[in-house]
């Protein structure tokens, strides 16, 4: 009998399970997920097919872009810049599986048992496991830890057929530069993606039904991403909704409508990513006890717990945003709560960056939130082209906004479009959990020069101190 068994292995699952075991509990893990090459592994969308090989991609992607268009200021000529599509994936896999492989490597270290099958909660916490070969194993345990995780949408205009028209995972794998790339939703994942076909030089369309572009971010950020993301070439279509895509031998056409009526586009891909919904499938049975929210997301209260005491539900499953981190914070809260511990896990603080070039990132809460909560703030906004730093590294484009209580002068939020504007808001979001007012951070030195020197500056500006921006004095 086990103490816990969790139910999949992505960010949430192989974390909680970990930190189980570590807490002295018995701990299995089951996995089902298989790769290309045919290997079981661990670490989920994630790791496999998510923000790892995104990042690689992206990462490859900006230094060829940088090397065709950004050198010639430096006195640097490159004669010519070839692009190795196959080297360029398969250095994207190597980083998966040496990641995937590490996860391994931890449940061995920290004795957490690994099935291999898929799992099934059944009722009187027992958890059903069929194996590839049909075989299916009865395990008993004490609680369960669902994270199953979550898949791509599919709408009926755009049908996956893994060869034209793909979802994010196939939007990893393309054997060559496609000439041109359309993107179903102008969210996180075609952002991401879209960027790294268009910097690989595809002529990248973005389709989005929204009028508003980003409309879960700061909206003067939104408003200069948008211009910046066009200057880079991405040609993003706003308040236009797919009607049919049709798949031929070697490319999509699809038809769009918009305000001004319905027109029809080609393209050589057509990458469809319109959100993400719950693993919720043949997860549980009838008689578990589970329930699922209006949303379909498996329904937990404030500590991931279900209705039924003993069966917890941790990351994409369960209601919040599809963030890795947020599934791995809610995974060692669970495993801590099962051994009996005291844990929270602060919601409010949960940060999120789009890592396209500029990365976009945020944590805490915006001015339209804070308008609608009715709460009073004041604002410090500092540009990176006021920044030595940024200057000298050529990414002075974006800015730093800081948001804090107008009477209280607690920062509330802090919203970065920038170099570096994760690493920023990780700074920002460190203070804030501490309950510091901008007036904390502007008393903190930073170090010169640095493009986190922008945070400082945003801080002094709440309170009209900014030094290298002209303030206006009464
Ligand atoms: P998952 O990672 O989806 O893992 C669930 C696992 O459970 C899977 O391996 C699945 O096979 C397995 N499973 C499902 N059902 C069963 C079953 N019945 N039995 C056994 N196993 C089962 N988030 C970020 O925070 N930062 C990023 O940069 C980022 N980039 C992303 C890029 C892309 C292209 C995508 C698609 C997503 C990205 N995300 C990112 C989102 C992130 O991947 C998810 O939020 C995260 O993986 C969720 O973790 P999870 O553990 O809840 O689920
Ligand atoms: P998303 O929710 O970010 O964006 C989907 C977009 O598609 C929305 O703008 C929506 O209006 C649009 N849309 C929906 N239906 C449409 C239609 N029929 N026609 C045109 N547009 C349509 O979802 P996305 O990009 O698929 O990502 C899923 C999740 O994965 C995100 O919620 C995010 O949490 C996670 N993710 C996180 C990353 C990160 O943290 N950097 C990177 C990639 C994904």
């Excluded at 490597?105 to 048992?113: C, M, Q, T």
């Excluded at 379909?296 to 039924?308: L, P, R």
């Excluded at 609608?372 to 906004?381: M, P, R």
């Amino acid at each position: 009998m086990y103490d816990v068994v969790v139910i999949g292995s992505g960010p949430a699952g192989y974390v909680a399970a970990i930190r189980a075991s570590q807490l002295g509990l018995k701990t299995a893990c089951v996995e089902d997920y298989i790769n290309e090459s045919g290997d079981m592994t661990l670490g989920g969308t994630c790791l496999n097919v998510g923000c790892i090989p995104s990042k690689a991609l992206l990462d490859s992607s900006h230094r060829y872009s940088d090397a065709l268009n950004h050198l010639d200021g430096h006195g640097i000529g490159i004669e010519k810049v070839d692009l190795d599509i196959p080297v360029m994936m398969q250095r994207k896999d190597d980083i998966v599986k040496k990641l995937t492989g590490g996860i391994s490597g931890l449940f061995a270290a920290n004795k957490v048992v690994s099935i291999h099958g898929r799992g099934k909660v059944l009722a009187n916490s027992m958890v059903e496991i069929t194996k590839t070969d049909g075989s299916i194993e009865l395990v008993e345990t004490k609680n369960i830890i669902i994270a199953t995780g979550s898949s791509p949408i599919q709408i009926p205009s755009a049908i996956f057929d893994n060869k034209n028209i793909v979802d994010s995972t196939g939007a990893l794998e393309f054997n060559k530069v496609p000439k041109t790339v359309g993107v179903i939703g102008a969210g996180v994942i075609g952002l991401e993606l879209g960027s790294v076909w268009s910097r690989l030089g595809s002529k990248v369309t973005v389709i989005e039904a929204m009028d508003n572009f980003l409309p879960m971010a700061d909206a003067d950020i939104a408003k200069d991403s948008l211009k910046d993301f066009i200057k880079q070439g991405l040609d993003i279509k706003l308040g236009s909704k797919l009607i049919s895509s049709n798949s031929l031998k070697n490319s999509v056409k699809i038809s769009y409508e918009n305000k001004e009526g319905t027109h029809e586009i080609e393209f050589d891909k057509l990458i469809v990513a319109v959100g993400r919904k719950p693993n919720v499938s043949e997860v549980f049975s009838k008689d578990s006890g589970i329930t699922l929210d209006d949303s379909g997301f498996i329904s937990v209260n404030d500590h991931c717990q279900t209705s039924n005491d003993n069966i917890w539900a941790i990351g994409d499953v369960v209601r919040g945003p599809m963030l890795a981190h947020k599934g791995s914070e809610e995974g060692i809260m669970v495993a801590e709560r099962i051994a009996g511990k005291f844990a929270e896990m602060n919601y409010d603080l949960v940060p999120s960056v789009i890592y396209t070039h500029p990365e976009i990132a945020w944590v805490g809460k915006n001015e339209a939130e804070l308008k609608e909560l009715g709460i009073e703030y004041k604002v410090g906004k500092f540009p990176f082209s006021a920044s030595g730093r940024a200057l000298a590294v050529e990414q002075s484009t974006g800015f730093v906004k800081l948001i804090s209580d107008a009477r209280t002068d607690t920062i509330l939020g802090a919203h970065v479009f920038g170099p570096s504007a994760a690493e920023i808001v990780q700074q920002a979001l460190i203070s804030m959990e501490f309950g510091a007012s901008s007036e904390d951070l502007g008393l903190t030195i930073f170090s010169h020069p640095t493009v986190s020197e922008a945070l400082h500056e945003a801080a002094l500006a709440v309170n009209n101190q900014a030094i290298h921006i002209g303030n206006k004095r009464k």
